[in-house]
């Protein structure tokens, strides 16, 4: 059987970019810059909702990042 587990955290600068490095999914989609930009600058103005989901998954032992590149990118910008 296997589990899911949700967890709400705060996500540091520090930390999404470690998340970005380490949970690489190959058939993840091109980051956008223009996107990565508009959120930086919404999270910056408050207009953000600060609790939507990133999925992370395990495949063969390794962690994917599935869902959230771009909102950790722009964590980190």
């Known amino acids: 059987m296997t ?12 930390q999404a970019a470690v998340m970005l490095a380490e949970t690489a999914y190959v058939g993840q ?5 223009g996107h990565v930009v508009f959120l ?12 939507t989901l990133i999925v992370v998954a395990r495949v063969n032992d390794h962690q994917q990042l599935l869902d959230g590149p771009h909102r950790l990118s722009a964590v980190v910008a």
């Open 3 to 14: 589990a899911n587990l949700v967890v709400t955290t705060v996500i540091t600068p520090e």
């Open 29 to 33: 989609r091109k980051i956008r810059p």
């Open 40 to 51: 930086a600058d919404e999270m910056r103005r408050g207009n953000f909702k600060p609790r």
